[in-house]
């Protein structure tokens, strides 16, 4: 029972990762196309709109923080891998799980945090725009959240014993049945 509710789970986490992947990307290209506007608009058409910057840094924010989910959901830590290479293999699965909670623990926090953050942000105005910074400040409870699911799928995934992500530009196959 376990094993097919954690095999679910996993399903879900792939398919929030893979569309936050498609997410992050997106906003990779909106950005690129962006600053390509503002050095066109500023060196060749001679009127230089200085909103671009603005709005690339916004955009360029959302995007660094929706790929902290993906990373979660990958176990794709930067340094954290090598700590593992000094404890024994049976240590290490302890030390993942300590990991995940200390990791869980800090998105929490952050998604807490930044949701008062957020409704601060509704009544402060972007310098150039004149936009509210809600949106801006959103990336904070939005990406912590996310990477709070991320992680607690990572740590269902390694007590069930599933096999880690692989990486894949296709769709996940939600419909796929795994056999126990």
């Excluded at 990373?71 to 302890?94: C, N, S, T, V």
């Excluded at 409704?119 to 809600?134: D, R, Y």
Aim: proline content about 5%; charged content about 10%; some cysteine.
């Amino acid at each position: 029972m376990f094993h097919q509710t954690a095999v679910a789970i996993d399903r879900f986490g792939a398919l929030l990762n893979w569309l936050t992947e498609r997410v992050c990307a997106l906003l990779v290209a909106v950005m690129v196309v962006i600053i390509w506007w503002g050095v066109i608009t500023r060196y060749f058409i001679g009127t230089g709109g200085i909103w671009t910057e603005e709005l690339s840094r916004y955009v360029m924010i959302w995007a660094a923080l929706l790929a902290i989910p993906v990373g979660a959901y990958r176990r794709e830590h930067i340094g954290l891998d090598i700590l593992f290479r000094f404890f024994p293999q049976k240590l290490q699965k302890w030390f993942r799980a300590l990991l995940d909670l200390v990791g869980f623990s800090f998105f929490l926090f952050l998604t807490i945090y930044g949701i008062g953050m957020t409704q601060a942000g509704a009544s402060q105005f972007a310098t150039i725009f004149g936009m509210t910074m809600f949106f801006p400040f959103a990336s904070v409870p939005v990406s912590a959240g996310l990477a709070c699911l991320q992680i607690l799928v990572a740590m269902v995934r390694d007590l069930a014993e599933l096999p880690p992500p692989l990486f894949s530009m296709s769709a996940p196959n939600i419909a796929a049945q795994e056999k126990p």
